[in-house]
């Protein structure tokens, strides 16, 4: 505000022509807003780079060190005590603390402070206590290397930046809106930051991704390292509970349980989705139950939850910070660098002050060591002046010491001083007490010596080797404070939702053929009910005249009239297939022809015939699978044709696109067309394959290969907890992966050769059985449900053989198991042969009668490969 103030005649005044004075606000424009700008920016909004602290929190936490007993304070109090550096009111300064000690890591807090996860406030201030954590207090502080300023108003002094030994910054995330500019650094893990300031620090590359404490999953394949133009999603993790249940134990980041079930309570209204209720477990972990409405699919609500509710969320980071009182915008691996590199001339700093501080003790340990073992204190007994004394005391001291001012000589046996004496050093040893002297111990003297002299060689190895040392203060702090920090959130890739294709069926299509008109607004006996769909969906319209047209679904929307098929489209849809038989106006000839429609400019039409005026369709039918079809052609009795009614089989035809003409069928006139039948599927089987990470099929290569599947087929998965489930092979079908032990296609004969842990018996059994139970969308058990009970192996190969490990006392035993001989196929609730008392450590397929080692992961793996656990190392199993 001062820079305002400097000139205000020439900001705010000039002359008319009059010569009067007039006022103006282009001055105060530019000066005043400028100055207003540069304050939000610098002293409110923006954290700087040195600590990542924004004003307000410094001030809160410098209150707090001065404060500091190591015993809890009232909140009131310490705000209080705030005011004298923060010039602006409590709430601000409350808000800041609370917002600190919710994030667990510089403040311990006690009472109710809130939760961020459910968006509850903190109790008023007066009932609230907090201190400094042991990780503030030896990482934040040090009078010593904190540069000073006064504060607002010129009574106190107050830290400029505070000497922060890590990048707190990026530990805390940061968030704040200025004029003109924003900043956003998300949150990262403790671990993660102490691990890759070692990498920077070992000239190795790092990688840093966002962590919270809210857990969810994250996809970072947009972050471009925090930097602006950035982008992160998080997804709430969502687990199915039942079949009609579905369980929210992990929120996104910034989303509270209050406004996630808000969101989704709107979209159930809106009927994006379909459920019953939404109940609020939330405790002391997150738990937000939602109950499905019959026959409604999980798996299809799951996605759709992400994609209209707060279940996923997209964040921008904008990685801006104040850099020598500017705002700079860089990125989070700058903003590390610069962290390190600061902590690392923070400790040279340090060291060089222990090393002030050693040379200073030796000094005067050396000096009163001369002084009192020779005696020197009998001389200044005949001094009659201070002046006497002073030039005594130097005099003696030059017979036993010597300065760096003498010149080194091999016959000088003296003590050599680090530096020259100083009056200071002859005062100091003129107030040794009598009672010191008395009592003095030469051999401690000189151990105490011999220790400052290690210490001191300590501290100048750690400055010449300041890397080194640096590595070690980050491990240290790993080791320290590390424990119970593991990342929360898992960082995982999401597969892009399209909306209509999640979303439920919310609205009825109806479709009046003879006037043109299409709706779900349509009113009953207006038109045709079509089938149930969502007001997202895009339909697709064919007319008598060969004109098709795709529209957005609406409630009521005229395509023409002499409608003969109306239906829903997906773009890229590669499997539905349209058969046409249409006569061509110009020569009369009627043409067939078989196409798809993957992709279109929505409301234009496209002409399906050759364009001729009077081209007309015969006959149109759609086949979501491609599937072949035999109809019987009528041609007119008075015609010439030798065989006025024969079949045609558009199997024969070739699929091409909607702009071809088609192949000649007849050159008479045709009078009716039927069906005949119905025939398989033209395009072959499908090859699927499941993702690892989001356990969704896909067609792109992506993870396990499962199959080749046609109509008919479907999908065996069994899980860890010894159940298993047939689905059928829709691309929207979610499974469970990493709970997986066994997926692929299901085959009623194959024999599934199971190895488990029974919990209520305390054995390992192995049990071999077809699948009986096949309804779909049911989870069935085929071990003991009791909690310890564990699937260790499950395959369908014919004659598996495993290898299994298990403990004897202290020894680990290893022996090979040819299930099939070990036991015979029995039921499938069937408790099967005992294979060993206790657990098992480890079970692997050594071989298969069919294909390669499930152990060996080929190229494209077959069918239900196997996974492989190693129990007693704690690994989580691995997927082939």
């Known amino acids: 505000m001062a820079k305002a103030n400097k000139q205000p005649e020439e900001a705010l005044h000039f002359e008319n022509q009059n010569g009067e004075r007039v006022l103006t606000l282009n001055g105060m424009y530019q000066d005043y807003f400028l100055d207003y700008a540069s304050y939000v920016i610098l002293e409110r909004a923006v954290p700087a780079v040195e600590d990542g602290l924004k004003p307000v929190q410094r001030r809160v936490l410098f209150s707090m060190y001065q404060m500091d007993d190591g015993r809890y304070h009232k909140v009131a109090n310490i705000i209080g005590h705030t005011m004298q550096y923060h010039p602006h009111g409590d709430a601000a300064i409350g808000d800041a603390l609370v917002n600190l000690g919710q994030k667990g890591l510089l403040i311990d807090t006690q009472g109710n402070w809130g939760d961020p996860r459910t968006g509850d406030s903190a109790a008023?201030?007066?009932?609230?206590?907090?201190?400094?954590?042991?990780?503030?207090?030896?990482?934040?502080?040090?009078?010593?290397?904190?540069?000073?300023?006064?504060?607002?108003?010129?009574?106190?002094?107050?830290?400029?930046?505070?000497?922060?030994?890590?990048?707190?910054?990026l530990a805390q995330g940061a968030e704040g809106i200025a004029v003109g500019l924003s900043t956003r650094i998300l949150p990262h893990n403790f671990v993660d930051l102490c691990k890759a300031a070692i990498r920077y620090l070992e000239g190795k590359s790092f990688k840093l991704y966002p962590d919270?404490?809210?857990?969810?999953?994250?996809?970072?394949?947009?972050?471009?390292?925090?930097?602006?133009?950035?982008?992160?999603?998080?997804?709430?993790?969502?687990?199915?509970?039942?079949?009609?249940?579905?369980?929210?134990?992990?929120?996104?980041?910034g989303v509270t349980t209050d406004s996630l079930i808000d969101s989704i309570i709107k979209a159930n209204d809106k009927g994006k989705i379909k459920i019953k209720r939404v109940v609020d477990n939330t405790a002391a972990e997150v738990e937000i139950l939602i109950e499905l409405a019959s026959g409604v699919s999980p798996d299809v609500t799951i996605d759709a939850l992400y994609a209209f509710t707060h279940c996923e969320v997209s964040i921008s980071p904008n990685a801006c910070v104040i850099i020598d009182d500017k705002p700079v915008f860089t990125n989070v691996s700058t903003l590390l660098r610069f962290a390190v590199d600061h902590t690392r001339d923070l400790l040279r700093q340090e060291l060089e002050i222990r090393q002030h501080e050693l040379l200073e003790k030796w000094h005067f340990a050396s000096l009163e060591k001369v002084f009192i073992e020779n005696r020197i204190y009998h001389e200044i007994e005949e001094c009659e002046s201070w002046e006497e004394v002073l030039e005594v005391i130097p005099r003696e001291l030059k017979k036993y010491v010597a300065t760096p001012a003498d010149k080194p000589k091999a016959s000088d046996k003296r003590l050599r001083l680090q530096r020259d004496l100083t009056e200071d050093d002859i005062v100091r040893l003129t107030e040794i007490r009598i009672k010191r002297i008395s009592k003095y111990n030469s051999f401690k003297a000189d151990e105490l010596l011999r220790q400052l002299e290690q210490e001191l060689e300590a501290v100048r190895h750690n400055l010449a080797h300041l890397t080194e040392y640096t590595i070690k203060w980050y491990a240290h702090l790993l080791d320290k404070y590390g424990k119970g920090r593991a990342r929360r959130?898992?960082?995982?890739?999401?597969?892009?939702?399209?909306?209509?294709?999640?979303?439920?069926?919310?609205?009825?299509?109806?479709?009046?053929?003879?006037?043109?008109?299409?709706?779900?607004?349509?009113?009953?006996?207006?038109?045709?009910?079509?089938?149930?769909?969502?007001?997202?969906?895009?339909?697709?319209?064919?007319?008598?005249?060969?004109?098709?047209?795709?529209?957005?679904?609406?409630?009521?929307?005229?395509?023409?009239?002499?409608?003969?098929?109306?239906?829903?489209?997906?773009?890229?849809d590669d499997r539905t297939t349209y058969h046409m038989l249409y006569v061509d106006g110009a020569s009369g000839r009627t043409y067939a022809k078989r196409f798809q429609v993957t992709a279109i400019t929505r409301d234009r039409e496209y002409d399906l015939t050759t364009g001729a005026k009077g081209s007309k369709v015969h006959y149109f039918a759609a086949h979501p699978n491609g599937e072949s079809e035999v109809v019987t052609i009528h041609l007119t009795q008075g015609c010439r044709a030798r065989k006025?009614?024969?079949?045609?089989?558009?199997?024969?035809?070739?699929?091409?696109?909607?702009?071809?003409?088609?192949?000649?069928?007849?050159?008479?006139?045709?009078?009716?067309?039927?069906?005949?039948?119905?025939?398989?599927?033209?395009?072959g089987a499908v090859e699927l394959w499941m993702d690892e990470v989001s356990g969704r099929l896909n067609t792109e290569a992506r993870g396990i290969y499962l199959g080749a599947f046609d109509t008919g087929d479907r999908i065996l998965?069994?899980?860890?907890?010894?159940?298993?489930?047939?689905?059928?092979?829709?691309?929207?079908?979610?499974?469970?992966?990493?709970?997986?032990?066994?997926?692929?296609?299901?085959?009623?004969?194959?024999?599934?050769?199971?190895?488990?842990?029974?919990?209520?018996?305390?054995?390992?059994?192995?049990?071999?059985?077809?699948?009986?139970?096949?309804?779909?969308?049911?989870?069935?058990?085929?071990?003991?449900?009791?909690?310890?009970?564990?699937?260790?192996?499950?395959?369908?190969?014919?004659?598996?053989?495993?290898?299994?490990?298990?403990?004897?006392?202290?020894?680990?035993?290893?022996?090979?198991?040819?299930?099939?001989?070990?036991?015979?196929?029995?039921?499938?609730?069937?408790?099967?042969?005992?294979?060993?008392?206790?657990?098992?450590?480890?079970?692997?397929?050594?071989?298969?009668?069919?294909?390669?080692?499930?152990?060996?992961?080929?190229?494209?793996?077959?069918?239900?490969?196997?996974?492989?656990?190693?129990?007693?190392?704690?690994?989580?199993?691995?997927?082939?």
């Open 124 to 169: 008023a201030p007066r009932y609230i206590e907090a201190r400094l954590t042991p990780f503030a207090k030896e990482v934040v502080f040090n009078p010593q290397t904190t540069r000073w300023q006064r504060s607002y108003d010129g009574r106190k002094k107050e830290p400029v930046t505070l000497p922060v030994k890590f990048p707190l910054l």
């Open 212 to 253: 919270f404490d809210t857990g969810g999953l994250i996809d970072v394949s947009d972050y471009n390292d925090g930097e602006r133009g950035g982008r992160v999603k998080v997804r709430a993790r969502i687990e199915k509970v039942g079949k009609n249940t579905l369980a929210i134990r992990d929120l996104p980041y």
């Open 489 to 572: 959130t898992q960082i995982t890739s999401f597969e892009t939702i399209e909306a209509a294709q999640v979303a439920a069926n919310n609205v009825k299509l109806y479709a009046d053929f003879k006037e043109g008109f299409i709706g779900y607004g349509l009113k009953k006996g207006q038109g045709e009910f079509i089938c149930e769909c969502s007001d997202l969906d895009d339909i697709i319209v064919f007319r008598k005249d060969g004109k098709m047209v795709v529209t957005r679904n609406a409630e009521k929307t005229f395509v023409g009239k002499n409608i003969i098929h109306v239906g829903v489209w997906k773009k890229g």
């Open 644 to 683: 006025k009614v024969f079949d045609f089989d558009f199997g024969d035809l070739a699929i091409k696109g909607r702009g071809a003409r088609g192949n000649a069928v007849t050159k008479f006139p045709v009078r009716k067309v039927v069906q005949k039948e119905v025939g398989q599927s033209t395009l």
């Open 717 to 880: 998965a069994i899980y860890k907890n010894g159940t298993y489930e047939i689905t059928d092979f829709d691309l929207l079908n979610h499974y469970d992966a990493p709970q997986l032990v066994w997926i692929g296609k299901f085959d009623p004969e194959a024999v599934v050769s199971a190895v488990y842990y029974d919990g209520e018996r305390k054995r390992s059994f192995v049990k071999r059985f077809r699948i009986e139970a096949t309804r779909a969308g049911e989870r069935y058990a085929f071990i003991n449900e009791h909690r310890s009970s564990t699937l260790y192996f499950a395959t369908t190969e014919p004659q598996p053989v495993v290898e299994v490990k298990y403990r004897d006392g202290k020894k680990t035993k290893c022996r090979q198991v040819a299930l099939a001989e070990f036991i015979d196929v029995k039921g499938w609730k069937a408790l099967g042969n005992k294979l060993h008392d206790g657990k098992l450590t480890s079970v692997k397929a050594v071989e298969a009668a069919s294909g390669p080692a499930a152990t060996t992961p080929p190229e494209k793996l077959k069918p239900g490969a196997t996974i492989e656990f190693e129990l007693d190392k704690g690994k989580q199993g691995k997927l082939f």
